[in-house]
């Protein structure tokens, strides 16, 4: 069990080495650079490390997001590039629809990724059945907000998995929010995955899992850090200080608590719509993100 938490593969492969003194078998991780981004490819091969990592088996790419927050040249057009080739790797060159599941509470800002994506994502697979020759240049991508459980009384996966089974998408991108171990990851990250993703798992209310397990088809997490738990950076910054803390002692009455940036409305906004045009690149190939805002606008 990790003293800290963090939903990112890198980050958690990071604590496990520094609170045992070594690295972790069946864990691997590769850094490599495209199109000015630092990205972070971690291979989870392993049962142990699977296990010690609390995650999945499976390959887990984070995309580091400061060429576009420095607002260099053209950083919007390329980290959108850069996220729709890790998509497409993943999602493979088969044919067939590809669905997005926008997860989360839109009522809730640092849990309103999932809603803001599919806002700005470019929905054609109506299109495509009532006029196939006019938008046979289009992917075939559909789009879903499950909600909330405490909205709507029932769970993400169950609705989720009634529409998977009325649309046979060939995958699912589910997006949500995620938690990180620093702040200065928030909204600063993007995390794809091939292993699925618990619902709510970033805000601390983790619900049943999306994966291929459970809705019979890929699944593909795409995720932003919105928020860090509070524990896990109280932790860090008296590591940092020289201090050593009781993890246990400190979840007493803290353990639920989470921690956002106030400038998380602009930063979520901005990140979202990303990660948009990062789908919408990915299944429609051809399109530039100028396509896009035009189809959009």
């Known amino acids: 069990m990790l003293s800290r938490r963090s939903d990112l593969a890198t980050e958690a492969k ?161 997006v949500d929010a995620l938690a990180s171990r620093s702040m200065d990851r928030v909204c600063r990250t993007v995390q794809v995955s091939d292993t699925g993703i618990v619902p709510g798992s970033g805000v601390g209310n983790a619900r049943g899992a999306l994966s291929k397990d459970t809705l019979g088809i890929p699944v593909i997490a795409l995720g932003v850090p919105t928020v860090v738990d509070a524990v896990t950076l109280a932790l860090d910054v008296a590591r940092d200080a020289g201090v050593e803390l009781d993890p246990e002692a400190l979840r007493g009455s803290n353990g639920s608590m989470i921690v956002t940036p106030r400038e998380i409305d602009s930063n979520v906004q901005t990140i979202s719509r990303l990660m948009a045009y990062g789908i919408n690149l990915a299944v429609h190939r051809g399109l530039t993100v100028q396509d896009v805002d035009m189809f959009l606008g």
């Open 14 to 174: 990071k604590i496990w080495s520094e609170d045992n003194l070594t690295d972790l078998d069946g864990a691997e991780e590769l850094v490599t650079n495209k199109r000015g981004f630092e990205v972070t490819t971690v291979n989870i091969t392993g049962d142990r490390a699977a296990s010690e990592l609390c995650k999945p088996k499976g390959r887990y790419v984070t995309i580091e997001l400061g060429k576009f927050l420095r607002r260099e040249d053209d950083s919007f057009e390329s980290g959108a590039q850069v996220i729709a080739e890790t998509l497409s790797e993943l999602l493979g060159g088969e044919p067939g629809p590809v669905m997005v599941a926008g997860l989360g509470n839109p009522a809730i800002t640092p849990d309103a990724v999932g809603h803001l994506v599919v806002k700005d994502t470019l929905v054609t697979r109506h299109l495509r059945r009532q006029m196939p020759e006019a938008f046979a240049q289009f992917g075939d991508l559909a789009a879903l907000e499950p909600g909330v459980l405490g909205t709507t009384g029932v769970e993400s996966v169950d609705v989720i998995g009634a529409v998977v089974r009325e649309v046979r998408p060939r995958a699912l991108i589910a």
